[in-house]
C-alpha cells in the first residue's frame, strides 16, 4: 500500500493567494483527518470526517479555511485568502478504525510557506 | 479535559544507552495513550498503544511504555539507543469527551550521538 499521499508537499506562496492542498488516504479507511503542525502551537486538528461526511470542524481557524471531501479516496484543504501565520506542517491521516483507537496513518504533511 | 505532558523537550543520549522518555497524563478516566515518532520530514507513526489491557506495553522498534496510574505517568523506554532512534517522539491521549480526539503532548526530540 502506498499509504497516505499529500500534496504538494511544498508551497511558497504570497499572501493573499488561494492555497489548495490536497490529500488521498489509503484504500478501505473510512476517517479522514486534516492537522496542522506549527512550533509555537504543536499539532492542532483542524478537522476530521467519517465516510466523507465532516464530523468535527472546530479546529478550523477561521472562514478562510475549507475542506471537502468528495469521495472516498480524496480530500482538499483550501486556504483563501492565505496569510504569513498560516505558514506551517499540514498533515492529512487516515484510519480505519475509531478516532480514540489512535491508529492513525499520516501522510508526509504538506509544508507551507506565506510570504 | 484530557491532556498529556511530556517533562522533556529535548533528550541527548549515546548509541547504545537506554532511552526515557517521560509523559505525564490528566484525566479523568480510564485513557487512552499512545507514543507516535516523527522522523525529520515525515509523517508520524504509531509507535505503541494502551488501551486498558497490559499496563507494559510494547511497541515497534524494540520500544515500550509502562502506564502507571499511581503516577499517571506513561513513560516511553528503550533498553539500548540507535542512531535510527533520533526523531521527535509524542505522547498522545484520547479524549472520551471529544469523541475520541487525540491530544497530543509537545514532542521531545530525542539525539543519539555516536
Not at chain 1, 502551537?41 to 479555511?65: A, W
Not at chain 2, 488501551?51 to 515497534?60: P, R, Y
Request: overall charge negative; proline content about 6%.
Amino acid at each position: 500500500d502506498a499509504g497516505v499521499i499529500q500534496s504538494p508537499r511544498h508551497e511558497v506562496t504570497e499572501m493573499g493567494q488561494e492555497v489548495t492542498l490536497r490529500c488521498k488516504p489509503i484504500s478501505g479507511h473510512d476517517y479522514l483527518f486534516w492537522y496542522r503542525q506549527t512550533m509555537m502551537r504543536g499539532l492542532e486538528l483542524l478537522i476530521y470526517f467519517n465516510n466523507n461526511v465532516p464530523i468535527d470542524d472546530s479546529g478550523m481557524p477561521e472562514d478562510r479555511f475549507s475542506a471537502k471531501m468528495p469521495n472516498a479516496s480524496f480530500s482538499t484543504l483550501k486556504i483563501q485568502p492565505s496569510e504569513p501565520r498560516d505558514s506551517a506542517v499540514y498533515f492529512c491521516a487516515s484510519s480505519f478504525r475509531v478516532p480514540n483507537t489512535g491508529e492513525l496513518f499520516f501522510g508526509e504533511g504538506s509544508r507551507l510557506t506565506v510570504l | 479535559a484530557q491532556s498529556v505532558t511530556q517533562l522533556d523537550s529535548h533528550v541527548s543520549v549515546s548509541e547504545g544507552t537506554p532511552v526515557l522518555l517521560r509523559c505525564n497524563y490528566s484525566s479523568s478516566y480510564s485513557p487512552s495513550l499512545f507514543w507516535y515518532v516523527q522522523h525529520p520530514n515525515k509523517g508520524l507513526q504509531l509507535l505503541l498503544k494502551y488501551t486498558s489491557a497490559a499496563t507494559l506495553v510494547k511497541g515497534i522498534n524494540g520500544f515500550e511504555a509502562e502506564f502507571k496510574k499511581s503516577e499517571t505517568s506513561f513513560h516511553l523506554t528503550k533498553p539500548s539507543a540507535h542512531m535510527s532512534d533520533a526523531a521527535e517522539y509524542f505522547c498522545v491521549v484520547s479524549d472520551p469527551n471529544q469523541g475520541g480526539k487525540l491530544i497530543f503532548g509537545q514532542g521531545t526530540e530525542l539525539s543519539v550521538k555516536p
